[in-house]
């Protein structure tokens, strides 16, 4: 079956220090690839997405390539900042059979605290 | 835009009673999906919907736990009777297209305290 396997966290970084949250993936067919990001007692928020090979998500300066060939879609960010802080979840949607229905199947999350 | 809509926010209860969650999917939506979180078990799909029609409930824990769409602007999820364990986050989200392309769409939450 589909899954999706994120790096454990939690994740603990300085203010401008780069970011890797590693995200690789088991599916059939071609799945569309998310990044979700959760802020604390909130709801998950869509981060970025690509739904084809090569493409690149990005959004608020995170950015993530769509990996056919090695299975990834590790998400980067060049400067994060305190504001940053929160879960991140990757997600991917199969269209097998044609009909998903837009089912996701999601990463364990990974907690990011950054600290001025 | 309105995005998907929960109520209540917050509801404490004492164990036994019945508890009634309810979700308005954004509209245009033809999809929906209730999802249970905890820091023990994370984030879990409980049961989905497509053009209310309900989809694929096997993430549903038991017999207590039940989940109506009667029509495409409207959600619930029952509990009854209702446990401690069941305390949780439960969130509603909504996606349209049959595709698997369009993300999905989270509300706040509701935020459920089994005493």
């Known amino acids: 079956g589909d899954s999706v396997t994120q790096m454990e966290g939690p994740v603990t970084l300085s203010e401008e220090a780069f970011l890797t949250i590693n995200c690789t993936y088991t599916?059939?067919?071609?799945?569309?690839l998310f990044w979700y990001v959760q802020y604390p007692g909130e709801g998950l928020q869509l981060l970025l997405k690509?739904?084809?090979?090569?493409d690149k998500g990005s959004n608020k300066g995170f950015e993530a390539t769509y990996r056919k060939e090695t299975t990834s879609f590790h998400l980067e960010k060049g400067s994060v900042q305190v504001s940053d802080s929160a879960v991140y979840f990757c997600?991917?949607?199969?269209?097998?059979?044609?009909?998903?229905?837009?089912?996701?199947?999601f990463g364990q999350g990974t907690i990011l605290t950054v600290h001025p | 835009d309105a995005g998907v809509i929960q109520s209540p926010r917050h509801e404490v209860t004492e164990m036994g009673q019945e508890v009634t969650l309810r979700c308005k999917p954004i509209?245009?939506?033809?999809?929906l999906f209730w999802y249970r979180q905890t820091m023990m078990r994370g984030l879990e799909l409980l049961i989905y919907?497509?053009?209310?029609?309900?989809?694929?409930d096997s993430g549903m824990p038991e017999d207590r736990f039940s989940a109506k769409m009667p029509n495409a602007s409207f959600s619930t999820l029952k509990i009854q009777p209702s446990e401690p364990r069941d305390s949780a986050v439960y969130f509603c989200a909504s996606s349209w297209g049959q595709q698997g392309r369009q993300p999905q769409h989270f509300g706040d939450g509701t935020r459920l305290s089994i005493l």
């Open positions: 599916a059939t067919g071609y799945p569309s």
């Open positions: 997600a991917l949607s199969t269209n097998a059979g044609g009909t998903s229905y837009g089912k996701l199947t």
């Open positions: 690509a739904t084809k090979a090569d």
């Open positions: 509209s245009g939506h033809n999809s």
């Open positions: 919907f497509n053009n209310n029609v309900p989809i694929d």
